[in-house]
């Protein structure tokens, strides 16, 4: 069954929408306010996803394997993923279960959103980082939130098993931490 009302719809909507609306400034010189309406019928439709209660799910909005977005989820670790990433949302990535025997590249990224990464303390750390317009927060207990930030745990080698993480945050928290 094909759904009427769903995302690609609404957007060759407004194309469509933008397209006639021009096309009536122009030929007739009528003053319209295209920018605004769009913007408009925009927040109509975000209203309805959110009163119909699937924005967080479907084409816009999914949470799937090592990403979540619209949503509140934690993340399972898969050892054949190395990106994970929380969009428009909140995610805690559990790497506890995690033996690693070769050194292991994790990629996250969290944009205007919230993530926590749980790293377990026996194990050999590094974070590269950048934050823009956001908060990096450590296992050392610095908070950065414009620029780099780089920690490395003692006892760690890049050549040796261990975990480096790569960590970008854009308008949004993360939180990286041990246990």
Do not use: W
Not at 125 to 137: E, H, I, K, R
Not at 140 to 164: Q, W
């Amino acid at each position: 069954m094909k759904k009427i009302f769903s995302g690609s719809f609404a957007l060759g909507g407004i194309v469509v929408l933008i397209g006639i609306l021009l096309l009536i400034k122009n030929i007739f010189n009528i003053h319209i306010p295209v920018f605004t309406l769009v913007f408009s019928f925009g927040l109509i439709y975000l209203g309805i996803l959110l009163i119909r209660g699937n924005l967080g799910k479907g084409r816009f909005g999914h949470s799937g394997p090592g990403n979540v977005m619209f949503d509140e989820q934690t993340i399972r670790f898969n050892p054949g993923q190395s990106s994970y990433s929380v969009l428009f949302g909140s995610g805690a990535l559990n790497l506890q279960e995690i033996k690693p025997e070769a050194p292991l590249h994790i990629h996250v990224d969290c944009t205007f959103g919230e993530m926590q990464v749980v790293v377990p303390r026996d194990i050999p750390l590094q974070v590269l980082g950048s934050s823009t317009f956001a908060q990096l927060n450590g296992p050392d207990l610095r908070k950065i939130s414009f620029g780099d930030y780089n920690y490395i745990s003692a006892g760690f080698n890049p050549s040796l098993p261990g975990i480096t993480l790569h960590a970008r945050v854009l308008f949004g928290e993360m939180r990286v931490f041990y246990i």
